[in-house]
């Protein structure tokens, strides 16, 4: 089993000169930068055999996108699709690295994504497949993306689960398998899925979609209510900006902030994976699982508490103007004197 965590941090220097994007052709060889860091560091780990755990967040395929020269045309499907094998190649590195120093065995890999594909990005970008709208909203284009556990001789090959998770399950999930006791002093906002990867249990739970401060869905089992609808602003799609890639459900992609917490819209996201038929309020259906859905709602709002927020500030005086290497370069800016102030985020 795990039984430490020591991290590490690969740092992201997109923009800097040390790692150039051309903005014509694509081209960057970043990802390779991180997958060698993550090879070199997996080695040296596995020589000194410290448990280790490492965060590896490539960006390739957030704009502006981009792959190195070898993937660079590659795929029929633009460069996002060359983003996407490159970093297909890089995982499979990282696996084979583990492989190599025989620390495959004790090493839990997690796959997985923080959103959806941006619809913004058309073309350029991912897809959604079946899914609603996209990044930036809670529908499932938005929140919904594939998890892949990878952990032989512990996690069955070849299993699919439809555990309903989020990725604030992998702090209480990773101290469970490296027999750690979560923290006491606060509420964890997650729950321990070992049992799930290494058992194949289903364990039934809700999840709370929230934009902002505000609770705008929430699922239990199969079934998905909508206490808010928003998409975007009107200013924004007549700018072209449209999360939803010209999707239009009537009363559902709505681009005004629509309260429906006197009846919310509920879907069936088995039968209706793209939530475009409503269930009728007045059918037995919606009442039975709307009863369910409001006790939960009721206990997770009692048992709430806020806490002060404190990624909401904003501060010039503390932004990147002297990034590791700038020195080197010659590239060092003077920064600004420090005022703080309250960032307001739209979406």
């Known amino acids: 089993m795990l039984e430490g965590l020591f991290p590490i941090h690969l740092y992201m220097c997109r923009y800097y000169e040390d790692f150039q994007i051309h903005r014509e052709t694509g081209e960057s060889n970043l990802t390779q930068i991180f997958t060698q860091q993550a090879v070199d560091f997996i080695e040296k780990q596995a020589q000194s055999q410290k448990p280790f755990f490492l965060y590896w967040a490539i960006d390739a395929?957030?704009?502006?996108?981009?792959a190195s020269k070898p993937f660079l045309g590659t795929s029929r499907r633009g460069l996002y699709g060359d983003a996407v094998k490159?970093?297909?190649s890089a995982v499979g590195q990282i696996l084979d690295a583990l492989?190599?120093?025989?620390?495959?065995?004790?090493?839990l890999v997690v796959f997985s994504s923080d959103n959806g594909g941006a619809?913004?990005?058309?073309?350029?970008?991912?897809?959604?497949g079946p899914f609603l709208c996209g990044k930036q909203t809670t529908f499932e284009g938005g929140m919904r993306e594939p998890t892949i556990a990878w952990w032989p001789k512990h996690i069955k090959p070849r299993q699919v689960s439809y555990q309903l998770g989020s990725l604030m399950d992998m702090f209480p999930t990773l101290l469970s398998l490296?027999?750690?006791?979560?923290?006491?002093?606060?509420?964890?906002d997650g729950i321990d899925l070992s049992d799930t990867l290494l058992n194949g249990k289903n364990i039934d739970r809700p999840i709370f979609y929230y934009r902002g401060n505000e609770m705008m869905a929430v699922r239990l089992g199969m079934y998905k209510a909508h206490y808010w609808t928003w998409?975007?602003?009107?200013?924004?799609?007549r700018q072209g900006?449209?999360?939803?890639?010209?999707e239009n459900v009537i009363n559902v992609t709505t681009h005004d902030q629509r309260n429906h917490t006197s009846q919310p819209l509920l879907f069936h996201v088995g039968r209706d994976l793209g939530e475009r038929y409503p269930i009728s309020p007045n059918s037995i259906e919606y009442h039975s699982a709307m009863k369910k859905i409001s006790k939960v709602v009721r206990d997770h709002k009692t048992n709430l508490h806020p806490g002060q927020p404190q990624l909401n500030w904003c501060d010039t005086g503390v932004m990147n103007w002297k990034p590791i290497g700038c020195e080197k370069l010659g590239r060092c800016l003077p920064a600004p004197?420090?005022?703080?102030?309250?960032?307001?985020?739209?979406?």
């Open 86 to 88: 490159e970093i297909d």
């Open 99 to 107: 492989k190599t120093h025989k620390v495959d065995d004790n090493t």
């Open 231 to 237: 998409t975007n602003g009107l200013q924004e799609l």
């Open 241 to 246: 900006i449209d999360f939803c890639r010209g």
């Open 337 to 347: 004197s420090s005022n703080p102030y309250k960032c307001v985020w739209m979406h």
């Open 178 to 188: 490296a027999n750690i006791t979560l923290p006491r002093d606060r509420v964890i």
């Open 119 to 128: 619809m913004v990005s058309k073309d350029k970008g991912g897809s959604n």
């Open 61 to 66: 395929t957030h704009g502006p996108v981009y």
